[in-house]
Structures are given as C-alpha cells and as structure tokens.
C-alpha cells in the first residue's frame, strides 16, 4: 500500500481522530502565518480541509484559497463540508504543483511533510508558487514527537515518516534561499516558517 491508498482508506474517519484542542492550534498556525485579509493562500496537503475555516476567518470573502491533496478521497471528504466559492479543491502532487510562479502570498503546509518523498523538491515547489515577500509555514499542531509517535503506531506506509527536528528545518529553509526563519518547538505545537526574498 501506498501513502495515497494510506490516507484514502482513512479519509471517512479522519475528522473524527482529531485532537480536542486541535482547532485553537489551527488558529495559531493562522495567525503565524501572518494570513491577511484579501491574500492568496495554498494549503498543501490540505486532507478533509480543516485549516480552510481558520484561514477563511481572515482571508474574507476577497481572499482565495486553493487547497492540494494527492488522496482523492480525502479532497472528497472537504468538498462536502460546503466551503463557499473561493475555495477550490486540487488533486495534486507537491513535487509538481499545479499553479504558476509567484502565485500565493501564503503557503501552508500543515501536518503533511514527513509524507512528502522529495523534501527539497517539495520545498523548491512550494517556494516557486509564493511571491517575493510571502511566507511558507510548515505546521504540525501535535507537536513533533506526537506526529512521530503517531505515524510509528500507524505503520505501514507512514511509518518512517518523520517530522524533522529545528536544526534540520532551518538548514533546509536557509539551503532554499528563505530569510527570516523562524521556528517553534513545542511539546503540543510545531511550526516553522520563513519569507521568499
């Protein structure tokens, strides 16, 4: 089985495996982000879309989301929670994203990068569609050793994906040209984030 087949099989039951306090995480990887009203938002590795109502909080009706999974089913599963119009959900690769050059102000990554084969091809993907001056975040609202130990217990597929430590972010981040990194590493709370020149 692959990751795909992994998170289609899961998609059905996935919101409700969610953390209590999961939503007020989500709000804060929101609010990292810097997200303003109007901007254009990518949120890779979106799942059932439980980041899309934080960032639709902000974002207003002016602002746009696009949304990218590769689990057919799991984009399924967002689809029926009835988000309005500017939101639009993507069957897509990270290593290859579907969008021209510097097309988001914001991309976020919440709790999908230990998933992702090429992680300097993915990072390189997701840097290419932010404009100069935007923010990409990577977020995990367990926490690092949660997300591991979740993904050990899980088996199969996901097993050995791993959210790397700080040290290892920013050295990634600061290898993709990003400024400003910053990084959070919580017990409960993971996230980093940096700018595109």
């Known amino acids: ?26 709000a804060r990887v929101v609010a990292l982000a810097q997200v303003q009203s109007g901007h254009a938002v990518l949120d890779v590795g979106t799942g059932t879309g439980v980041l899309v109502p934080h960032l639709l909080r902000t974002l207003g009706p002016a602002g746009r989301i696009a949304a990218i999974d590769l689990s057919a089913a ?8 009835g988000f ?15 969008f021209p050059n510097a097309d988001f102000d914001r991309v976020i990554c919440n709790a999908a990068f230990p998933h992702f084969a090429d992680r300097a091809r993915s990072l390189g993907e997701m840097i290419r569609v932010l404009r100069p001056g935007g923010i990409l975040v990577i977020s995990h609202p367990i926490g690092r050793e949660a997300v591991n130990a979740l993904h050990r217990e899980a088996g199969g597929p996901v097993e050995e994906d791993r959210v790397p430590t700080a040290n290892v972010m920013v050295t990634l981040l600061q290898g993709a040209a990003l400024t400003d990194i910053g990084v959070i590493d919580e017990p409960e709370f993971y996230l980093v984030r940096g700018t595109k020149p």
């Open 1 to 26: 089985m692959d990751r795909q087949c992994f998170f289609d099989q899961h998609a059905k039951d996935w919101d409700s495996s969610r953390h209590a306090k999961e939503d007020f995480r989500l």
């Open 84 to 98: 309005p119009p500017n939101v639009t959900f993507s069957e897509a690769d990270v290593h290859q994203i579907p």
């Open 74 to 81: 799991m984009l399924e599963t967002a689809r029926h929670k």
